[in-house]
């Protein structure tokens, strides 16, 4: 056991073999770095600015969490830093908690990561249904949107407002002869990023837009918002102070943190293995990487970290193959603190407005929306109300009732699946095979199908009924309240004077049959059998027996 439990330890920790293939991609891991770094500059000042927590903790968690998961995360080309969805979930926070929450909240759902790839939870994203990654996915890409509205119009966020009412808030109150300034901004920095790529695709758009915009803002002296003074180094790392009621209004909040940093990182992780042929990702060691990542962001002033997909898929696009190039990305974001935080601080937010809207139509796949809208009533339900509950209520709540709707479809799927068969005794047939009942469970007998299948056995009997063969070889799945019911109608059945025979128990139903009283509810132990003859012939010695 300790042997297993270290071996396990080890397959959590960075190892030697993370750099097998270094000699042979450093150049192209060096190159991708720099690339994502370029794009995931502006990216991470918007998410900063975005979450209320500010552009400079948007770039300490980008160079600390970026460089940290690198080293200790389970897939070889994810890029860590700011999402989107973590800054929808962290703007709430800020407004009730305050700015200096954020330090303690992000140590503790760090923590809770951490914990959940200890313990082995990594693979528990693998039950999260399509449609409810997707209408997640179009959730998020909606609130950010309509985050950036306030800064599009040149007004602030209406104080404890739910995005969507807070956006509408803006509209309707927006002095526009202030706004055309800033929506000049967000025009220009769309208008470049969509006809870039169109030029070269190896032209970094979003960045250039950024650049071009604040050029523009400087030169014709906009007044404009800027981002302001950012430092100029790291800050020493400090552990943020934590006493007993400051941990009680946290945790629920650090909860949830947790929550969507382990399904991002996880969801990304599982995107990028598909698209790098790096091979697997290892989803217990990518908890603890993006758990250490936001503990160090939360020490150094930052905000927590998950799996970017948008940063990641640049990386393998741009040739990586090692951690490296995730490493060089910290590093060249590392270097903007510390020699160009003054061009830095000149940048419109407007500017970053626009950059998150055009990424939040890129999050969006039409394609996608329309497999999932054209599979089945129930999938394009599961769809539309993730997407809904995330962008009117909470991001984590539209996750779990996305799940319980999409386990309700699937378990109403398999009880009508589920039936029971009457079928024919086999020939030769003999007098007094009318009084036998030969019944075939089907599918599965489980809670949402065992009322409906008590039913159709105590309907299936003829009134000359006096023995009923039971077959379970053909049944799948059969859980307690199931095998209760089956208890009641053998003893329901032998009550009246019908003999019950039940064959062909598969062996994993065998102990939950025992345990619940099937078997003892049976006239005798002989009626337990293995083979359709035997039943059938024991079957018929009892009609013989009985007076015509």
Not at 57 to 64: H, S
Not at 204 to 230: R, Y
Not at 346 to 351: H, T
Request: net charge neutral; glycine share 8%; charged share 15%.
């Amino acid at each position: 056991m300790i042997v297993a439990a270290a071996g396990n330890l080890g397959r959590l920790l960075p190892h030697r073999r993370d750099y097998s293939d270094l000699p042979r991609s450093w150049r192209q891991d060096v190159l991708a770095g720099i690339t994502v770094g370029v794009v995931a500059l502006p990216l991470a000042l918007a998410f900063g600015i975005s979450s209320g927590v500010g552009a400079a903790a948007g770039l300490i968690t980008a160079v600390v969490a970026g460089l940290v998961a690198a080293v200790f995360g389970g897939s070889h080309v994810q890029v860590s830093g700011p999402t989107g969805a973590m800054a929808v979930v962290l703007a709430p926070i800020v407004a009730t908690h305050g700015l200096g929450s954020i330090a303690l909240v992000t140590v503790v759902a760090g923590v809770l990561v951490l914990a959940a790839g200890v313990t082995g939870l990594g693979r528990a994203v693998t039950f999260i249904p399509w449609p409810v990654i997707e209408g997640f996915t179009l959730g998020i890409a909606a609130i950010i949107f309509l985050q950036q509205v306030p800064a599009a119009l040149a007004q602030q966020t209406p104080a404890g407002q739910r995005t969507l009412t807070a956006a509408v808030t803006v509209l309707a109150n927006a002095d526009w002869s202030q706004a055309v300034k800033t929506l000049a901004v967000v025009a220009l920095v769309a208008v470049l990023m969509i006809a870039l790529p169109k030029l070269h695709r190896a032209i970094p758009e979003s960045l250039t837009a950024v650049i071009a915009a604040t050029v523009v803002a400087v030169t014709l002296h906009l007044p404009v918002a800027s981002i302001g003074d950012l430092p100029s180094h790291l800050p020493v790392p400090v552990l943020p102070h934590a006493d007993a009621s400051a941990l009680r209004a946290l945790l629920g909040a650090a909860l949830a943190i947790a929550a969507l940093a382990a399904i991002e990182s996880l969801l990304s992780a599982r995107v990028a293995a598909t698209m790098s042929p790096t091979g697997p990702y290892d989803p217990d060691r990518e908890l603890v990487g993006q758990g250490l990542a936001s503990v160090a962001s939360g020490v150094f002033g930052g905000m927590p970290a998950t799996g970017a997909i948008a940063r990641t898929a640049v990386n393998v696009r741009s040739g990586a193959r090692t951690r490296v190039a995730a490493i060089v990305h910290s590093l060249v974001l590392l270097a903007v603190v510390y020699l160009a935080t003054g061009p830095v601080s000149a940048i419109p937010l407007s500017a970053l407005a626009g950059v998150l809207m055009v990424t939040s139509f890129r999050m969006i796949s039409g394609s996608t929306v329309r497999k999932i809208l054209r599979s089945t009533r129930s999938d394009a339900l599961i769809f539309a109300l993730t997407a809904a509950v995330t962008v009117c209520f909470d991001l984590i709540e539209a996750v779990e009732i996305g799940i319980v709707v999409a386990a309700f479809f699937a378990l109403r799927s398999v009880a009508r699946r589920s039936s029971v068969v009457r079928e024919e005794l086999p020939e030769p047939h003999r007098s007094g095979d009318e009084q036998i009942a030969l019944l075939r469970l089907d599918g599965a007998m489980f809670f949402g199908a065992a009322e409906r299948i008590s039913n159709a056995i105590g309907g299936a009997e003829h009134p000359r009924t006096s023995v009923v063969i039971i077959r379970m070889s053909q049944l799948g799945m059969l859980d307690a309240t199931g095998a209760h019911t089956l208890a009641q109608i053998a003893t329901d059945l032998e009550s009246r004077g019908i003999t019950v025979i039940i064959k062909g128990v598969r062996p994993e139903h065998m102990d939950l049959l025992a345990n619940v009283g099937v078997f003892d509810s049976l006239r005798h132990e002989n009626h337990l059998l293995d083979s359709l003859d035997d039943a059938v012939e024991h079957a018929r010695t009892h009609v013989a027996r009985q007076p015509q």
